[in-house]
């Protein structure tokens, strides 16, 4: 198999395809490459003022072997032929070693610099998951988990996988500087593997939770997305006729509660006509999900998400259900429209990770 290595872009990739296919994937993992321009990032517009974690690593890049039907990185990248479940972009732990360490020394400039060494805790995992199964081939994370280690920095990881409870990774995870999030979205091993085909089940992902924090690893689960079950206006205006749509059930909570989860963070599901994830979940489930948006919001031919009041509902639910069993709550960032609208859902109002360590804010001007 041989190696190809994008310096440019700090990315390398690898090949087993010969002949004259070959050029042609070069091209396309150039292409790939040129998408993923760096594995250190800060993202642009309203993100980087209203999440608290915008510092961000991605180990891997134009695809995620979970491979989500609701994904948002992979509608982007699927309609321009970028994304690659099986074989995404590999980033160099060299380059981002240098990066970090020509920050930390003083040697480099800049505002990632900056970021490094205020210690702003950075994001593993924003557009992939880097504890996918490419990780067990590649291991990028795990030795940018060692990395961080041997220099005390604080990180958050974003996850599906459950690779972190193999005792290697267990071992190189620092309680006092991890904070994992796990995303759980639905309570049923089926629903899971149809939605979220190339992740572990649930019941792998709790059993996950259960061996990091035994380990008194910091752990939140995200359920996001959070998938309706009925209508818009179901439980804030009239309640339909329909039968529930069996993906989620409000006993997840008492599921991740028994795991040892401390926080659950909730944030709504978001489907879009042009972005194909809609389309997506139409070819794999068999019926198409418009049903549950209200005619108001079809109309607009946009993005199809749902109203205050009926997401209201079921994020003070979760809210009331978590707090029953003594965890935190929290609100992911819900759109520009609703960010506000939901603070007052949070726990921790400065911090809606409400992680275990505290976001250098001023650092963005905020
Ligand atoms: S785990 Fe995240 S990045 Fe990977 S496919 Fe699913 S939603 Fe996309």
Redesign the pocket.
């Known amino acids: 198999m041989a190696k190809v290595t994008f310096a440019a872009a700090s990315v390398s990739a690898t090949s087993s395809v010969g002949g004259g296919g070959c050029v042609v994937y070069l091209v396309w993992r150039c292409m790939m490459a040129k998408a993923y321009r760096s594995a250190i990032g800060i993202p642009g517009g309203s993100e980087v003022e209203k999440c608290f974690y915008p510092f961000k690593v991605d180990t891997y890049g134009c695809g995620?072997?979970?491979?989500?039907l609701?994904?948002?990185?992979?509608s982007t990248l699927e309609w321009r032929k970028l994304w690659n479940?099986d074989d995404p972009a590999v980033a160099s732990v060299a380059d981002i070693e240098s990066t970090f360490l020509a920050a930390l020394d003083g040697s480099r400039r800049g505002r990632i610099a900056d970021l490094v060494r205020a210690r702003m805790p950075v994001r593993l995992?924003s557009?992939?998951?880097c504890f996918?199964k490419t990780e067990r081939v590649h291991r990028v994370s795990f030795r940018l988990l060692q990395l961080l280690r041997e220099h005390r920095y604080p990180y958050l990881i974003?996850?599906?996988g459950d690779l972190l409870a193999d005792p290697e990774y267990l071992d190189v995870l620092d309680p006092s500087l991890a904070y994992v999030q796990f995303?759980v979205t639905t309570p049923y091993d089926d629903v899971a593997a149809t939605w979220?085909p190339?992740?572990p089940v649930t019941s792998l992902r709790l059993r996950a939770i259960e061996t990091l924090r035994s380990r008194g690893i910091h752990v939140a689960a995200r359920i996001c997305p959070l998938i309706p079950i009925y209508p818009d206006g179901h439980y804030s205006q009239t309640p339909s006729l329909c039968d529930p749509l069996n993906v989620f059930d409000w006993h997840l909570v008492d599921q991740l509660a028994d795991a040892g989860c401390e926080t659950i963070i909730a944030g709504f599901l978001r489907l879009n006509y042009y972005n194909n994830n809609r389309r997506r979940i139409v070819a794999a489930l068999g019926f198409d999900p418009d049903y549950l948006f209200s005619e108001e919001i079809r109309r607009r031919n946009d993005a199809l998400y749902f109203s205050i009041e009926e997401k209201r509902y079921y994020y003070e639910t979760l809210r009331d259900l978590t707090h029953q069993h003594k965890m935190a709550f929290s609100v992911c960032y819900d759109g520009d429209e609703a960010y506000e609208v939901f603070r007052y859902l949070w726990d921790n109002p400065n911090d809606c990770c409400n992680a275990p360590f505290s976001p250098p804010r001023d650092l963005f001007g905020l």
């Open positions: 995620c072997p979970h491979n989500c609701y994904c948002y990185s992979r479940p995992g557009k992939t998951d996918s974003l996850t599906k995303s979220e190339g992740a």
